[in-house]
Nanobody, 126 residues
C-alpha cells in the first residue's frame, strides 16, 4: 500500500518562500506520476504541478510558473515543491498525490490519482 507524507508547510509573509516535501513509501516510486494539488477554503481542489514517472516531464500550472518548481529525487522516494514569491492567494492546504500510467491530459485531474497524502497547510500573510 502506497503511503504519502507531506511536510514543510507553515506561515510565511507575502514574498517569502517555502519548500514542501512528500515522501513516498510502499511502492515503486519511479513508476508513479507524482503531483501537487491545493485546496483553499470554499474552493475546489486545484492542480499545481506534476512529475511523470519513468523519467518523464514535469508540468506546472500557469498561475505558479516562474514561482514554484516541482522536483523529484528518486533515490530519496521524495518529491519537492519549492515555492518562491508567495502570494496571499497561494494560501491553501497542499496535497501530494500519486498515480500510475497517467497520460499528460490526465495529470491535472484529481480523480486520476490513486493515493493521497493528508496535506500540509500553507498560509501566506499580508
Amino acid at each position: 500500500q502506497v503511503q504519502l507524507v507531506e511536510s514543510g508547510g507553515g506561515l510565511v509573509p507575502a514574498g517569502g518562500s517555502l519548500r514542501l516535501s512528500c515522501k513516498h513509501s510502499g511502492g515503486t516510486f519511479n513508476a508513479y506520476s507524482m503531483a501537487w494539488f491545493r485546496e483553499a477554503p470554499g474552493k475546489a481542489r486545484e492542480f499545481v504541478a506534476a512529475s511523470k514517472g519513468n523519467g518523464g516531464s514535469t508540468f506546472h500550472e500557469d498561475s505558479v510558473k516562474g514561482r514554484f518548481t516541482m522536483s523529484r529525487v528518486n533515490a530519496e522516494n521524495t518529491v519537492y515543491l519549492q515555492m518562491n514569491s508567495l502570494k496571499q492567494e497561494d494560501t491553501a492546504v497542499y496535497y501530494c498525490a500519486a498515480g500510475r500510467r497517467l497520460i499528460n491530459s490526465a495529470l491535472r485531474l484529481p480523480s486520476q490519482y490513486d493515493y493521497w497524502g493528508r496535506g500540509t497547510q500553507v498560509t501566506v500573510s499580508s
